[in-house]
């Protein structure tokens, strides 16, 4: 089973136990990050990490390996043609421009 797909049946299994990643990670003694990196396909749980998400999500560990319905496919980044928004309070008020003068030269000590 490749990285893709693991990473697609990962997440089919905690969306369909009603869990976030962050419930995952506590419940199987990992942290949110490795959850979604293992579910983006970055990265490959170790070892000890399999039977640790089985028994988060309540299957046997074979569950983990086996097809997920569908592999879809990875969205990265902001959606095309969707500007970011920042909220009003976020937004930094303009400062004015630098003054231009003379510069003070340094001493040599």
């Known amino acids: 089973m490749d990285l ?3 990473a697609a049946r990962l997440k089919e299994l905690r969306e369909g136990a009603g ?3 962050k419930e995952l990670a506590e419940r199987a003694g990992v942290s949110q990050r490795a959850i979604s990196h293992w579910e983006q396909g970055l990265h490959e749980p170790g070892l000890l990490a399999g039977p640790a998400l089985a028994a988060a999500l309540g299957v046997e560990l074979d569950a983990l390996f ?5 592999i879809p496919e990875p969205k990265r980044g902001r959606p095309k043609g969707k500007p970011a928004e920042t909220p009003a309070d976020q937004v930094e008020p303009e400062k004015p421009p630098a003054k231009k003068g003379k510069r003070k ?3 040599d000590a």
């Open 105 to 107: 030269k340094k001493r």
């Open 4 to 6: 893709k797909t693991f």
């Open 19 to 21: 869990l976030s990643q």
């Open 66 to 70: 086996v097809e997920p319905e569908s």
